[in-house]
């Protein structure tokens, strides 16, 4: 019997064939492909992003004292945190825990119904929003200029989106108090950004968004400590 010939058309062998080929699918379809980090960073970071944060955002950007710095802070922290919540759904970068994907059966479709899982992410995302926009904006206020607020929102951003996975795999008792305690911070810092208070009053709306975040903040502590 003749020898199998190994090799195919231009002399290229089978594995190096599969080689290419699995070469290709990585960079067209693949996990790590253009398509799958557009699907992962916009239509799962940023849509996910910008509905359950609105609140914050919203607050952002009537936050008009200083609107230059605000309003560069917001949209730095909300850009890095789409960026690396595609990484982490990727795992092209991993943190010891892998990140939490909410599933049909957690929002309303199976057996133990219910939008608690959006609640407790709108909680966290809206947070980290609001501790990266106005600490970011204070750091421009206090000299470091426009490259100091967006260093310091966009690493507030990050930080916060590579501990999430870590938070949610924590012991539920940790869990609660460190999310509770990142939680009135957030608060805090934005409660307490120069000229908040006074947009209280002024625009009702602003207020209500701020106790909306507090009230998922709450919840997220209270029931979702094992499950954020």
């Given at each position: 019997?003749?020898?199998?010939?190994?090799?195919?058309?231009?002399?290229?062998?089978?594995?190096?064939?599969?080689?290419?080929?699995?070469?290709?699918?990585?960079?067209?379809?693949?996990?790590?492909?253009?398509?799958?980090?557009?699907?992962?960073?916009?239509?799962?970071?940023?849509?996910?992003?910008?509905?359950?944060?609105?609140?914050?955002?919203?607050?952002?950007?009537?936050?008009?004292?200083?609107?230059?710095?605000?309003?560069?802070?917001?949209?730095?922290?909300?850009?890095?945190?789409?960026?690396?919540?595609?990484?982490?759904?990727?795992?092209?970068?991993?943190?010891?825990?892998?990140?939490?994907?909410?599933?049909?059966?957690?929002?309303?479709?199976?057996?133990?119904?219910?939008?608690?899982?959006?609640?407790?992410?709108?909680?966290?995302?809206?947070?980290?929003?609001?501790?990266?926009?106005?600490?970011?904006?204070?750091?421009?206020?206090?000299?470091?200029?426009?490259?100091?607020?967006?260093?310091?929102?966009?690493?507030?951003?990050?930080?916060?989106?590579?501990?999430?996975?870590?938070?949610?795999?924590?012991?539920?008792?940790?869990?609660a108090a460190a999310a509770g305690a990142y939680y009135a911070v957030s608060l805090l810092v934005v409660a307490a950004f120069p000229g908040a208070v006074d947009l209280f009053s002024l625009a009702p709306s602003v207020a209500l968004c701020v106790l909306a975040v507090a009230t998922a903040c709450a919840f997220d502590v209270v029931t979702g400590r094992?499950?954020?």
């Open positions: 019997m003749a020898p199998r010939n190994e090799s195919s058309r231009g002399g290229e062998t089978r594995p190096r064939r599969r080689r290419r080929n699995r070469r290709r699918q990585r960079g067209d379809d693949g996990e790590g492909g253009i398509d799958a980090w557009l699907d992962a960073t916009v239509y799962f970071g940023l849509g996910q992003h910008l509905l359950l944060a609105l609140p914050m955002l919203w607050v952002a950007f009537m936050t008009v004292s200083t609107p230059v710095a605000v309003t560069t802070a917001a949209v730095v922290s909300l850009s890095v945190a789409c960026l690396a919540i595609g990484a982490l759904r990727l795992g092209a970068v991993s943190v010891g825990a892998p990140w939490h994907r909410i599933e049909d059966s957690e929002l309303g479709l199976g057996p133990d119904a219910g939008y608690g899982a959006l609640v407790r992410r709108a909680a966290y995302l809206n947070a980290t929003l609001g501790l990266g926009t106005f600490i970011g904006a204070r750091a421009d206020l206090v000299g470091a200029g426009l490259a100091g607020s967006v260093v310091v929102a966009g690493g507030v951003a990050l930080c916060a989106m590579l501990a999430l996975p870590r938070l949610r795999a924590a012991p539920a008792r940790a869990s094992d499950r954020r």
